[in-house]
C-alpha cells in the first residue's frame, strides 16, 4: 500500500492536477494507492500518524504531493519512525528539496518509478530545537533551515497576495525576489552568539545564518553551493557586516552560487550549532517559518529512507 499525502493549497492548486494524472495511471489502483487531503498547517503531520495506526506493516511508502512544507510535515510525522520510506512529487511553489534530491522528472514519470523501482536510500536529516522546548520537541528538517534576513523574506512572501497570482502564473518563485526588495531597506542587521562544535562566536551586524541538507531554497536559489548530503556535518553560511545595497548585489548572484565569493560571505562546516539572538529571531525552516530566540540544530544520529534520483537518471 502506498499513501499519498496530499496538500490541495500547495503551488495554488497545482497539486490536485498532479494527483489526477496520477489516479489515470493503472498503477495507483495495481498498488493499492490511497490518498489524503490536507485542511490545515500541521494537518499532514496528524494525517502519517493517523494513517499508520490503522495500516501500520500495509505501508510500504509515504508520498507527500505538495510543496516543501508538505514535505517537512510528513518527515516529522515520522520523526520516530525512520524505517518507513518516504517519497516526494514536488507539485508547491518552491519544491527545492526535490532539486536537492534530483526529481526533475515529470510528476508521473516520478510515481511511476516510485512504485515500481527502489530508489529509497540513507538520507540524513538534520533536527532543531527551538527555546527552552523539552528535547521531546525536537523537529527536524529535510531540506534547510535560516534565521534573519532570508527568514523575513519568506515571511513576507507566504503571507503576500502576490504569491498566490505568481502561483497561477508558474512564476510562483518570483515571490521571493519581490518580498527580497521590499524587506530590504526595513531590515536591520542582528547580534547573535552563534557557537559552532562547541566553540563560542559572538557576531554584530549579522543579516542571515542558514545550514542545510542540500543548497537550495527560494525556489531554486544555489545559497549553499558547496552542500552536500554528509551523515556528520552541515555546511553553514553566515552573512555579516554588509551594506544594504551589496545585499542585492549577494542575492542576485545566489542563483549561480557567486555570491559565496564576497568577503562577507562565510561558509563553515559543523556537526551542530546553536544560534542565540539578543532579541526574538524570524526563521524558515522548508518553506515554514517561525519565531524564536534561541535554536540548537544538530545532525540526526540515524539516517532515513527517502527516494532520491542520481542526476544521470532520466
Known amino acids: 500500500m502506498y499513501i499519498?499525502?496530499?496538500?490541495p493549497e500547495a503551488g495554488?492548486?497545482?497539486?490536485?492536477?498532479?494527483?489526477k494524472k496520477l489516479q489515470k495511471d493503472p498503477l495507483f489502483k495495481q498498488k493499492d494507492c490511497r490518498s489524503f487531503f490536507t485542511k490545515y498547517e500541521g494537518h499532514a503531520e496528524e494525517l502519517v500518524k493517523h494513517v499508520l495506526e490503522i495500516y501500520n506493516e500495509k505501508v510500504k511508502c509515504i508520498i507527500a504531493v505538495g510543496g516543501d512544507g508538505t514535505m517537512h510535515e510528513v518527515v516529522n510525522g515520522l520523526k520516530n519512525i525512520p524505517t518507513i520510506p518516504i517519497a516526494y512529487i514536488p507539485a508547491g511553489s518552491g519544491n527545492d528539496f526535490a532539486r536537492g534530491t534530483n526529481s526533475k522528472k515529470k510528476p508521473v514519470k516520478l510515481f511511476q518509478d516510485i512504485v515500481q523501482r527502489s530508489h529509497a536510500k540513507p538520507y540524513w536529516c538534520g533536527s532543531y530545537l527551538t527555546d527552552k522546548r523539552k528535547p521531546s520537541n525536537r523537529r527536524v528538517f529535510a531540506s534547510n533551515i535560516g534565521f534573519g534576513?532570508?527568514?523575513?523574506?519568506?515571511q513576507r512572501a507566504n503571507r503576500s497576495s502576490y504569491k498566490k497570482w505568481l502561483n497561477k502564473i508558474g512564476l510562483g518563485s518570483l515571490a521571493y525576489a519581490i518580498a527580497l526588495v521590499q524587506t530590504i531597506f526595513q531590515f536591520e542587521p542582528k547580534e547573535i552568539e552563534l557557537t559552532i562544535d562547541g566553540e563560542i562566536r559572538t557576531l554584530s551586524n549579522v543579516w542571515m545564518i542558514t545550514t542545510g541538507v542540500h543548497g537550495y531554497y527560494g525556489g531554486g536559489m544555489k545559497v549553499i553551493p558547496s552542500a552536500k548530503m554528509s551523515k556528520d556535518t552541515f555546511h553553514v553560511l553566515i552573512i555579516e557586516n554588509i551594506s544594504k545595497w551589496k545585499v542585492l548585489a549577494v542575492f542576485l548572484s545566489v542563483f549561480w552560487g557567486g555570491h559565496v565569493k564576497y568577503?562577507?560571505?562565510t561558509v563553515l562546516n559543523a556537526s551542530s550549532l546553536s544560534i542565540h539572538g539578543n532579541q526574538s529571531l524570524s526563521y524558515h525552516v522548508d518553506g515554514q517559518t517561525g519565531k524564536c530566540q534561541k535554536c540548537v540544530i544538530e545532525k540526526e544520529s540515524f539516517s532515513r529512507k527517502i527516494f532520491q534520483f542520481s542526476s544521470k537518471q532520466k
Open 12 to 19: 495554488n492548486g497545482r497539486s490536485l492536477k498532479v494527483l
Open 263 to 265: 568577503n562577507e560571505v
Open 149 to 154: 534576513f532570508d527568514a523575513e523574506i519568506a
Open 4 to 7: 499519498l499525502i496530499v496538500n
